[in-house]
């Protein structure tokens, strides 16, 4: 079945403690994005990747990092998480890059809900 | 960059009435725009989407409709049911960058 998973699916964590969530997509898709999703405010982009090696900013990349080492997966690191990191995660790819008229869907995982005390 | 602003926030129609949501964007070179549908606690699902060589879209009881001029577009949907309460996001890619914005949501909910 072809899906984006995102790991783990909730996290309770305290701040400065270093966290991965885990993006994989078996769909062969060159891009993939990361995005928090907070009330009132949508979905605002932190990172994304349009292929191995290749990773630009979004809107709000402050306290995030990301790695794009192989094709399928793409890594969101806190290497210090605060407070303000508490919020719903998505990890989402698409076959192509989204930009020169190439626009499409973009395909998302089931979401991360993180909460930093 | 890209701007998207969507409204209403919330929404609420009688079971079999009609919904629309309007979004407008502000990057004249926005050239495609989904709409995507979040239940609870689920992921964000596309929908319906348009580029932005096409003025209206259609399917089944759902259409979006683009005015390149005014830069905006609508989300339609008629004869509403109950599973279409949900959270609808629309979005909007630009040609010179490789992001999609999202607006901030509108809440629909159909009353039985």
């Known amino acids: 079945e072809a899906q984006v998973t995102q790991n783990p699916r909730y996290l309770i964590t305290v701040t400065g403690k270093k966290l991965t969530v885990t993006c994989s997509q078996n769909?062969?898709?060159?891009?993939m994005s990361w995005y928090r999703q907070d009330p009132g405010l949508g979905l605002r982009q932190i990172y994304y990747?349009?292929?191995?090696?290749?990773?630009d900013k979004g809107d709000v990349p402050e306290g995030y990092k990301v790695s794009r080492k192989e094709k399928r997966n793409f890594p969101l690191i806190l290497e210090s998480p605060s407070p303000n990191q508490t919020s719903l995660y998505f990890c989402?790819?698409?076959?192509?890059?989204?930009?020169?008229?190439?626009?499409?869907?973009?395909?998302f995982g089931d979401g991360t809900r993180l909460s930093i005390l | 960059g890209e701007n998207v602003e969507q409204h209403p926030s919330t929404l609420s129609v009688q079971e079999g009435d009609s919904a629309v949501i309007k979004c407008t964007y502000s990057?004249?070179?926005?050239?495609?725009f989904p709409w995507y549908k979040q239940e609870l606690g689920k992921r964000p699902q596309l929908i319906i989407d348009?580029?932005?060589?096409?003025g209206e879209k259609k399917d089944q009881r759902i259409a979006v409709t683009l005015n390149k001029t005014a830069k905006h577009f609508s989300l339609h949907i008629t004869e509403t049911q109950p599973e279409d309460s949900a959270v609808y996001f629309c979005?909007?890619?630009?040609?010179?960058?490789?992001?999609?914005?999202f607006g901030a949501g509108t809440r629909l909910t159909v009353k039985p």
């Open positions: 989402a790819s698409s076959l192509y890059a989204l930009g020169g008229g190439a626009g499409q869907p973009q395909h």
């Open positions: 769909m062969n898709h060159e891009y």
């Open positions: 990747s349009m292929n191995v090696e290749v990773t």
């Open positions: 990057d004249s070179a926005s050239n495609y």
């Open positions: 348009i580029r932005s060589n096409v």
């Open positions: 979005a909007a890619t630009p040609y010179n960058n490789n992001d999609m914005r």
